[in-house]
């Protein structure tokens, strides 16, 4: 079964077809910075490496583009669109209506618009995504995968936000959770790998988006976002947890409009807005040159996944294991290091030798009289998603 996945965002589309259920990657690659007349179109299959500038005005143009490289007679993958059994889409809120994979159908796109409210930057391009999809792949079946279908199982005591009542009962507002996909793909790679029956683990998934998953037996039971994608740790440009407070003196005694407290604490915020600096390459850097707020803002982020990992600790009673993925949490062993830093009451104990070393493999990093197992888990959201889509179809 060849499952096409696709991750249709605000400016960018990646795709990934696999061969299932041998999970064997055909080929892959992105559109970024759709609406630019210089957006870059990147196509991998085997050798050939394939990158080029390119004007794309919209999401169909970049879908199209992709469907053409698919079937180009040289570089391409398959023979025709019809080869295609399936097409997997990461949908980020499914609001509580989806707590599984679902098969896509007029009533499931509807539903996906009407929580367009809850997520405007990323619903609306997954929905064009799907719809674009269906008139390329006609023959294939639209499977849609919720980012926030993982956290269904959150119990209510985690999940209702401590407001009226009629919030949470009319107008659905609640802990949604996000990342879904990458912390129940790593999660259950280290179940595998612990080998136990039953087990208490922290997810901690640091890219641009940073969360982090409390995970009874596998299940999510807690989680740092909630609402949107914006609460909990500290984020590339997103500020994470803050007090609403500062929102209403934002507007009432500093004059910033709504719409620009929300440009603030979404796009100027966060890492960025604590240094100037997205990419944590170059945080880290600029911090080993002596760059004082560089040096702070990678303190400060530490700080928060440590809290989190001693608030998840006493909510579970107990920790069998941490994992850190995604961009930052695979690759950044100084952060690994300052959030493991002094966790030995709780039974952390890193090895430094261990952490530093690099690998694209699942890797366990503690010591050995640690209590706690500490795992580098490198994520495969495209891989959770065709894994999803061959389940729901086989
Ligand atoms: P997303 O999928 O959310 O866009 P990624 O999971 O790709 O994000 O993570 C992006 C982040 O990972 C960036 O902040 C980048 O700086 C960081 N990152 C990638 N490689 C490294 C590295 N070798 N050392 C430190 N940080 C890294």
Same mark, same amino acid.
């Given at each position: 079964?060849?499952?096409?996945?696709?991750?249709?965002?605000?400016?960018?589309?990646?795709?990934?077809?696999?061969?299932?259920?041998?999970?064997k990657?055909?080929?892959? !690659?992105?559109v970024?910075?759709?609406?630019d007349?210089?957006?870059?179109?990147?196509?991998?299959?085997d050798?050939? =490496?394939?990158?080029k500038?390119?004007?794309?005005?919209?999401?169909?143009?970049g879908?199209n583009?992709?469907a053409?490289?698919?079937?180009?007679?040289e570089?391409?993958a398959i023979?025709? &669109?019809?080869e295609?059994?399936?097409? !997997?889409?990461?949908v980020?809120?499914? !609001?509580?209506?989806?707590?599984?994979t679902?098969?896509?159908?007029?009533?499931?796109?509807k539903q996906?618009?009407?929580?367009?409210?809850?997520?405007?930057?990323?619903? &609306?391009? #997954? +929905?064009?995504?799907?719809?674009?999809?269906e008139?390329?792949?006609?023959?294939?079946?639209?499977?849609?995968i919720?980012?926030?279908?993982?956290?269904?199982?959150?119990?209510?005591k985690?999940?209702?936000?401590?407001?009226?009542?009629?919030?949470?009962?009319?107008?659905?507002?609640?802990?949604?959770?996000?990342h879904?996909?990458?912390?129940?793909?790593?999660?259950?790679?280290?179940i595998?790998?612990?080998?136990m /029956?039953?087990?208490?683990?922290?997810?901690?998934?640091?890219? #641009?988006?940073?969360?982090?998953?409390?995970?009874v037996?596998?299940?999510?039971v %807690?989680?740092? $976002?909630g609402?949107?994608?914006?609460n909990?740790?500290?984020?590339g440009?997103?500020?994470?947890?803050? /007090?609403?407070?500062?929102i209403f003196?934002?507007?009432?005694?500093? !004059?910033y409009s709504?719409?620009?407290?929300?440009?603030?604490?979404n796009?100027?915020s966060?890492? +960025?807005?604590?240094?100037?600096?997205?990419?944590?390459?170059?945080?880290?850097?600029k911090?080993?040159?002596?760059?004082k %707020?560089?040096?702070?803002?990678?303190d400060? =982020?530490?700080?928060?996944?440590?809290?989190?990992i001693?608030?998840?600790?006493?909510?579970?009673?107990?920790?069998?294991?941490?994992?850190?993925?995604a961009g930052?949490?695979? #690759?950044?062993?100084?952060?690994?290091?300052?959030?493991?830093?002094?966790?030995?009451y709780?039974?952390?104990?890193?090895?430094?030798v261990?952490?530093?070393?690099?690998?694209? +493999?699942?890797?366990?990093? #503690?010591?050995?009289c640690?209590?706690?197992?500490? $795992?580098?888990?490198?994520t495969?959201?495209?891989?959770?998603?065709?894994k999803q889509?061959?389940? +729901?179809?086989?």
């Open positions: 079964m060849k499952v096409l996945v696709l991750n249709s965002g605000s400016s960018s589309i990646k795709f990934k077809l696999l061969q299932m259920p041998l999970e990657v055909i080929c892959y !690659g992105m970024e910075r759709i609406g007349e210089d957006a870059l179109m990147c196509y991998k299959k050798t050939i =490496n394939i990158q500038t390119i004007s794309i005005k919209k999401h169909s143009d879908l583009l992709i053409r490289y698919l079937v180009h007679p570089k391409g023979k025709n &669109p019809q295609i059994y399936a097409v !997997g889409h990461r980020v809120h499914g !609001g509580d209506s989806f707590a599984e679902t098969l896509i159908t007029d009533a499931v796109k996906i618009k009407n929580y367009s409210v809850l997520a405007l930057l990323h619903n &609306p391009p #997954n +929905l064009e995504g799907i719809e674009i999809s008139k390329l792949f006609p023959k294939a079946k639209q499977v849609a919720f980012d926030t279908a993982f956290h269904q199982t959150m119990p209510i985690a999940r209702k936000y401590a407001i009226p009542n009629k919030f949470y009962t009319e107008d659905d507002i609640q802990v949604y959770g996000f879904g996909t990458s912390h129940k793909y790593v999660s259950e790679k280290a595998e790998y612990l080998g /029956d039953t087990s208490k683990i922290i997810s901690i998934h640091l890219g #641009n988006g940073c969360s982090i998953t409390a995970l037996n596998g299940q999510s %807690d989680h740092s $976002l609402f949107a994608p914006s909990g740790l500290i984020m440009s997103r500020s994470g947890d803050i /007090d609403h407070a500062i003196h934002m507007v009432h005694s500093l !004059g709504l719409e620009e407290v929300k440009e603030v604490l796009k100027e966060g890492m +960025l807005g604590l240094t100037g600096f997205n990419d944590l390459r170059d945080i880290q850097s911090a080993e040159k002596g760059n %707020d560089c040096q702070l803002a990678l400060m =982020n530490a700080y928060r996944i440590k809290k989190y001693g608030a998840y600790t006493a909510a579970m009673n107990g920790l069998d294991a941490l994992i850190f993925t930052i949490g695979e #690759n950044s062993c100084l952060i690994r290091r300052l959030a493991c830093l002094d966790m030995d709780l039974g952390i104990e890193l090895d430094l261990k952490n530093e070393k690099k690998s694209s +493999l699942l890797r366990e990093i #503690n010591t050995d640690s209590k706690v197992k500490i $795992l580098v888990i490198p495969n959201e495209e891989l959770e998603i065709a889509v061959y389940k +729901l179809l086989s």
